[in-house]
């Protein structure tokens, strides 16, 4: 179960972190690949952030230089940092991690995923 939180509203410059809980998840580095989708309105979903089974990070270029994605594998939680936020960022944001073999490109996990329900952000 992947349960994201950290969601809400905020005025376009500002800053949100999300998390994703991986209960019940066994994930480990070198086999699994995890991050965040996130989608608007009529428009389909899309990779915003990921990291690789080696733990290498990847952006979407819409996103680059303003979100962090992060993991703290005690906790068995994904971070995602927001800053310098934009109209545009507003979506649904989802926590994913890969059910089998994966790879990562530009903030896309491809591959079987699990999903979260989602958090919405507002800007």
């Known amino acids: 179960q992947l349960v994201e939180s950290g969601g809400g509203s905020v005025q376009a410059g500002g800053s949100l972190k999300l998390s994703c809980v991986l209960s019940?998840?066994?994930?480990?580095?070198?086999?699994?690949?995890v991050g965040w989708f996130r989608q608007a309105p009529g428009k389909e979903r899309e990779g915003v952030a990921a990291l690789d089974i080696d733990a290498t990070a990847s952006y979407a270029d819409s996103v680059k230089g303003r979100f962090t994605v992060a993991q703290d594998r005690d906790k068995n939680t994904l971070y995602l940092s927001m800053n310098s936020l934009m109209a545009e960022d507003s979506a649904v944001y989802y926590c994913?991690?890969?059910?089998?073999?994966?790879?990562?490109?530009?903030?896309?996990?491809?591959?079987?995923?699990?999903w979260g329900r989602g958090t919405q952000v507002t800007v």
């Open positions: 019940g998840y066994t994930y480990s580095t070198g086999t699994s690949c």
């Open positions: 994913a991690a890969s059910a089998g073999n994966c790879y990562t490109i530009n903030g896309v996990i491809r591959g079987r995923l699990h």
